[in-house]
């Protein structure tokens, strides 16, 4: 159950943050309003992650978050990963694996 929860928090945190990323940029302000209830959906979907503590489910969902920034980097803005960025990404998610083997 945690991954898909940790992937629609990763997809609706990077998708806020782009939002209001663009308007900072001169994307016109209602790029504010989708932002802000992407990050509301990110809030609650990690608050649904089953980890007793959330200390873990946030350190868990860190390597996911990752991983998911770099297929946004990818499939949204158009710029392929280095094998350095993919990586990254494996050990971050690793250790997002050990955290959650014993949660």
Do not use: N
């Amino acid at each position: 159950m945690s991954l898909p929860l940790y992937a629609l928090a990763a997809l609706a945190e990077i998708a806020g943050c782009f939002a209001v990323w663009s308007w900072w940029r001169g994307a016109s302000a209602l790029w504010l309003i989708p932002g802000a209830a992407a990050l509301a959906v990110f809030a609650f979907a990690l608050a649904l992650t089953p980890p007793s503590h959330a200390g873990k489910s946030y350190a868990a969902y860190g390597g996911v978050y990752i991983a998911a920034s770099l297929v946004w980097l990818w499939l949204v803005e158009g710029a392929v990963p280095t094998a350095r960025d993919l990586i990254g990404a494996g050990l971050a998610l690793l250790g997002a694996l050990v955290i959650l083997s014993q949660a």
